[in-house]
Nanobody
Framework: QLQASGGGSVQAGGSLSPSCAASGRSISSYTMGWFRQAPGKEREFVAAISWSGNTYYADSVKGRFTISRDNAKNTVYLQMNSLKPDDTAVYYC?????????????????WGQGTQVTVSS
């Protein structure tokens, strides 16, 4: 089970750091990803981190967001800086055990419930 938390409301330029805590199994061998879905839009890839620590980012967040993991705490983090109104969405974390294309949501096996991020101008 994945539990996302740490969303909230901020003004443009602000920061948030949602986290995703796993329970019931270790995520140390999983690729972990963050996706987001804005109102009226399809869910899209945001960032991912492999079991070995390699990181991947969507172009829209590169340089502003940082994904990290703490396997001892079974938790993944998404540090979001310089937030923009376009970042407003529900953010979901997901786990991929088969090391598929990290940007393809279809390859992820487990999903959290999502946490709302709202950025006002």
């Amino acid at each position: 089970q994945l539990q996302a938390s740490g969303g909230g409301s901020v003004q443009a330029g602000g920061s948030l750091s949602p986290s995703c805590a796993a329970s019931g199994r270790s995520i140390s061998s999983y690729t972990m990803g963050w996706f987001r879905q804005a109102p009226g839009k399809e869910r899209e890839f945001v960032a991912a981190i492999s079991w070995s620590g390699n990181t991947y980012y969507a172009d829209s967040v590169k340089g502003r967001f940082t994904i990290s993991r703490d396997n001892a705490k079974n938790t993944v983090y998404l540090q979001m800086n310089s937030l923009k109104p376009d970042d407003t969405a529900v953010y979901y974390c997901a786990a991929d055990r088969n090391r598929n294309d990290v940007t393809d949501q279809a390859g992820y096996d487990y999903w959290g419930q999502g946490t709302q991020v709202t950025v006002s101008s």
